[in-house]
């Protein structure tokens, strides 16, 4: 990338120092930061890796999120004999990543746990996937492509779209699941083992978000304190009568 110029985000970030796997991912103008960042930060723990330079969807966050498997299939070509390793810019290493390699499979995922009312369900995430070069691979991005270009509302992102590409595999390619400490945790989370981490304070959307659950929280602990206060009982007992 040529340091004169004046529109950078315009082109792809490339940094080949011939290993075995390379990071890639996509940003569009308003993410080039981050990808700067990110290319930054790789360069110093010597991994090679592609960024693409994007067009911006029509649409919100969630429209963008699903050029993940157009960007795979682009790097696909682009690196044909190369294990890829998607990463959302926003992601940041601390460490070597590749004991990732030592996972079987034909993709692996992220996947962690979602709390549900009767339990807990298994939730794939893409913040971070590892693809390696093989015919089942490249069905898996074709399924993923192809539910992605869906016109569905609401749109929701691009991990709807892979359960969705999962569900509909038919034992075609196999999936594994990532080593958490190279999953992305997020930075308030992570702990000193966490090799790959992800920051999404800059995300507006997701800081709205925990404002309004934080605010959510506030109203009930007033409310339920004022009503104990008032009527010397719990809020919730009241409701079961």
């Given at each position: 990338?040529?340091?004169?110029?004046?529109?950078?985000?315009?082109?792809?970030?490339?940094?080949?120092?011939?290993?075995?796997?390379?990071?890639?991912?996509?940003?569009?103008?308003?993410?080039?930061?981050?990808?700067?960042?990110?290319?930054?930060?790789?360069?110093?723990?010597?991994?090679?890796?592609?960024?693409?330079?994007?067009?911006?969807?029509?649409?919100?966050?969630?429209?963008?999120?699903?050029?993940?498997?157009?960007?795979?299939?682009?790097?696909?070509?682009?690196?044909?004999?190369?294990?890829?390793?998607?990463?959302?810019?926003?992601?940041?290493?601390?460490?070597?990543?590749?004991?990732?390699?030592?996972?079987?499979?034909?993709?692996?995922?992220?996947?962690?746990?979602?709390?549900?009312?009767?339990?807990?369900?298994?939730?794939?995430?893409?913040?971070?996937?590892?693809?390696?070069?093989?015919?089942?691979?490249?069905?898996?991005?074709?399924?993923?492509?192809?539910?992605?270009?869906?016109?569905?509302?609401?749109?929701?992102?691009?991990?709807?779209?892979?359960?969705?590409?999962?569900?509909?595999?038919?034992?075609?390619?196999?999936?594994?699941?990532?080593?958490?400490?190279?999953?992305?945790?997020?930075?308030?989370?992570?702990?000193?083992?966490?090799?790959?981490?992800?920051?999404?304070?800059?995300?507006?959307?997701?800081?709205?978000g925990s404002l309004r659950k934080h605010l959510?929280?506030?109203?009930?602990?007033?409310?339920?304190?004022?009503?104990?206060?008032?009527?010397?009982?719990?809020?919730?007992?009241?409701?079961?009568?």
């Open positions: 990338m040529s340091a004169f110029n004046s529109n950078p985000w315009r082109n792809d970030i490339i940094y080949d120092v011939k290993t075995s796997f390379i990071v890639t991912g996509f940003f569009t103008s308003d993410y080039f930061p981050l990808a700067d960042a990110l290319s930054k930060n790789l360069i110093e723990h010597g991994i090679s890796h592609h960024l693409y330079a994007r067009t911006k969807s029509a649409g919100q966050w969630g429209h963008q999120t699903l050029q993940k498997p157009s960007v795979l299939k682009t790097a696909r070509l682009d690196h044909p004999t190369s294990i890829l390793i998607l990463m959302d810019v926003d992601c940041r290493v601390r460490g070597d990543i590749s004991p990732i390699l030592e996972v079987i499979g034909d993709i692996a995922v992220p996947m962690g746990r979602k709390p549900m009312k009767n339990g807990t369900a298994l939730k794939p995430g893409t913040r971070v996937v590892l693809l390696r070069p093989t015919a089942q691979a490249d069905a898996f991005l074709k399924d993923w492509d192809e539910m992605c270009k869906l016109d569905i509302d609401p749109v929701e992102n691009d991990e709807i779209r892979l359960q969705m590409a999962i569900e509909g595999s038919a034992g075609r390619f196999a999936i594994t699941t990532l080593p958490h400490h190279f999953t992305g945790r997020e930075i308030r989370k992570a702990t000193q083992k966490d090799i790959i981490i992800h920051d999404s304070a800059r995300d507006e959307a997701r800081v709205l959510k929280l506030y109203f009930r602990q007033i409310r339920n304190a004022l009503y104990r206060l008032i009527t010397g009982r719990d809020y919730k007992s009241a409701k079961s009568h």
